[in-house]
């Protein structure tokens, strides 16, 4: 129903930047949330960022002021800038989007970030 596509991800050097964007195809409805977990081995999936098609927004405590998710209605697009890297960041990042009035609970298939020199 609803396709999530993620691409940006890379290796970058510590105190690099990277920019993840994520396109979402399908039946898409509003009010919906778009976001980005992470995931290390040996460790569960935690929320990144997420934002709301209101405009309302989450970070995770560890990456406030360093990241910043946007995004675009229109093209339901979500995009996370990621700044200030350091090695703890790298992770397989996923894109998700869930409904807020529909049972929909949608997940990208993960881009990896690699942060080291």
């Known amino acids: 129903q609803v396709q999530l596509v993620e691409s940006g991800g890379g290796l970058v050097q510590p105190g690099g930047s990277l920019r993840l964007s994520c396109a979402a195809s399908?039946?898409?409805?509003?009010?919906?949330?778009m976001g980005w977990y992470r995931q290390v081995p040996g460790k569960q999936r935690e929320l990144v960022a997420d934002?709301?098609?209101?405009?309302?927004?989450n970070y995770a405590d560890i990456v406030k002021g360093r990241f910043t998710i946007s995004r675009d209605n229109a093209k339901n697009t979500v995009s996370l800038q990621l700044n200030s890297l350091n090695p703890e960041d790298t992770a397989v990042y996923y894109c998700?989007?869930?409904?807020?009035?529909?049972?929909?609970?949608?997940w990208g298939q993960g881009t990896q970030v690699t942060v080291s020199s």
């Open positions: 998700r989007y869930s409904s807020i009035h529909y049972t929909q609970d949608y």
């Open positions: 399908g039946r898409i409805f509003r009010p919906n949330a």
């Open positions: 934002m709301y098609s209101g405009g309302s927004t």
